[in-house]
Nanobody
Framework: QVQLVESGGGLVQPGGSLRLSCTAS????????MGWYRQAPGKQRELVATITSRSTRNYADFVKGRFTISRDNAKKTVYLQMNSLNPEDSAVYYCNTQRQSTDYWGQGTQVTVSS
């Protein structure tokens, strides 16, 4: 059974940084494309970034230059380094992967950007 566990969220001031982590189990992590999504209250869940097994990265326009996705296959962990955070980045951030056309999600980690 695929399990994804996120951590690293919290409260940060505008302009600050956070690093999210997502550790996977029950899957062949090294061959999987991993992604980060976010969902703010009253809004649809949206893609933030993805990273393929070959570490090809894709970013939403609203995070380019500020966020960096990376992976450590030995630790079965994907990271999201978030810099220059602003209040519009406040949301629950979810880790995602797909296997056999099925989406798997973590429980989410709350990120709040506020002074």
């Amino acid at each position: 059974q695929v399990q994804l566990v996120e951590s690293g969220g919290g409260l940060v001031q505008p302009g600050g940084s956070l690093r999210l982590s997502c550790t996977a189990s029950g899957m062949f992590f090294s061959i999987a494309t991993m992604g980060w999504y976010r969902q703010a209250p009253g809004k649809q869940r949206e893609l933030v970034a993805t990273i393929t097994s070959r570490s090809t990265r894709n970013y939403a326009d609203f995070v380019k230059g500020r966020f960096t996705i990376s992976r450590d296959n030995a630790k079965k962990t994907v990271y999201l380094q978030m810099n220059s955070l602003n209040p519009e980045d406040s949301a629950v951030y979810y880790c995602n992967t797909q296997r056999q056309s099925t989406d798997y999600w973590g429980q989410g980690t709350q990120v709040t950007v506020s002074s």
